[in-house]
């Protein structure tokens, strides 16, 4: 590519069906190099054009590739970067993630192409935009110009197209003593992952079997799966470019699944090792929420955001409300956000009777987590402690150990939102939950509980469509007439702000779809599934 060595302008963007034949296809693998990338300098040339400003956020500066060093070694044909976890920078808006991507040469030239997916992320939010980062590296160790191109976003309110060409430095190191990568780990993978067109064929389904696009904007979606115990059909991840190349690296935030994961999840850890404290009281662990309003408020009660406080129960208006909105966006310490959480919502019934949805619930139960372990246990941060050595037991990705945490000494995750994942981390959260939920043990008793609803252990949360929630989890039931079962049946999911499902089948199945078109419809997966292994 001739506009990298600055031999050719920068006037267009490249399909990513273009830069797949050329870098992933057309070339063979690079002899390995390895290495410091840093960018520093201002760009070449560049485009940018906004084209969904919802909450009107864009400035110039959002044009800008936050400047980085980023170790990465090449194997095989593939560029690995020293780190997968997000990089914090100094840029105003930006923090960036790169995932592995290829290493190829070029038989002509007998440069190396390398091409890495990356990703910009809202600091302080949850938003991810996602693209390509393209140089090459001749014999001599001299690097190019890098490419930067976005097309595609999870981030319901703010989309835009990015091309941009920036001058970088390499300079050879032996890129495992700065931070150790574990290549053989990252390369196994013991599921078998195949196109969801393979099971439409293989069970004779409609392709809009689950993804139904009547309900459901195909351009709106990051990507679409199910998961059948060692099977994984995944759809393609579509942009506004073509195919991205690399799926199985693109960066999915979490936003409301952390409410189960990060809060729920989290305290099963917790109280397995420590016994019981979703029975706590609030008042006792968290100071500020000293009020009377609080007496009587347990964790569970804020997992089950029934605390009794809201101001209208109609579900969202809350949530979308001028005290939700600023905590969520605008409060950047642990003291605004703790302070504004507890203060919110005046009493209005008693804890425990009635669910309103509220993420200040989930970022106080943060908080009450992390200071009944500094209170009672050597250890001082649920996330840091508990859930990150979980996951690296259980061989997620290095992105899931991103969180967004407070701007200030504290540093507390937001528990409530702010976690990320790639493909293969869904495949591990589909294993974990549908073990807890047929293990009836005191292990993840907490958790069991949330993935086994029923009428005497949930709340009605949305009773227009039977959809409760209990110990940060949601569930909707389904009358056991529609599948001939004996009794209702229940369906327990995750949700995430602007249209992110993940739902835990009883027939031992996952079905997710990662999208920002603020849909949220999934019946014609629930009925798919029930199709190819019946629930009764």
Known sequence: ????????????????????????????????????????????????KVLVDDRKIYKNIHEDIPTFSLGFMSSRGKAYPSITKIIQTDHPFWNIQFGIGTSKKDKQSSNTLVVLPFSLVHKNANCVHSGLAIFAISTANIISNILFEIASE???????????LYPVSFSAANITKIEPIDIKKLEGNPTLVRPIEDLYSKFSLNNDSFLNSSYINPSNVSLFGVIDENNHYVSSCNTRLGEYPFCDQLLLPSYSLAKSIAGSLSLSLIENEFGPISNLMVNDLVKECDQRKWKGVSLENLSDMATGQYINATHDRDESGASSIQLIFNLLTHKEKLNKACKAFPKKTKPGRKFVYHTSDTYILGSAMNNFLKLNTRYEDYFNDFLIPFFKKN??????????????????PYTGW???????????????????????????????EALNPKTDNSLSAIPGVNIYYNNGFWSRKFDKSIFNCKEDVWVPFMSGF???????????????YFSDGYEYAWESAVFSSNSIKPFC
């Open 498 to 512: 602007g249209g992110i499902t993940f739902a835990f089948l009883p027939n031992g199945m996952t079905y997710y």
């Open 418 to 448: 702010g976690m990320f994942f790639i493909r293969e981390d869904l495949e591990h959260i589909s294993s974990i939950m549908h073990k807890v939920m047929k293990n009836n043990s005191e292990n993840f008793k907490f958790l069991h």
């Open 1 to 48: 590519m001739d506009v990298l060595w600055g031999n050719e302008r920068l006037t267009n963007t490249y399909s990513y069906q273009e830069i797949n034949k050329l870098t992933i296809e057309g070339l063979e693998d690079s002899k390995p190099i390895s290495g410091i990338l840093s960018l520093d300098k201002d760009a070449i040339g560049k485009g940018y």
């Open 154 to 164: 999870t981030c319901a309110y703010y989309k835009f197209d990015l091309v941009g």
């Open 395 to 412: 061989n997620f990705s290095q992105v899931s150990e991103s969180v967004l945490r407070t701007d200030d000494n504290v540093n507390q």
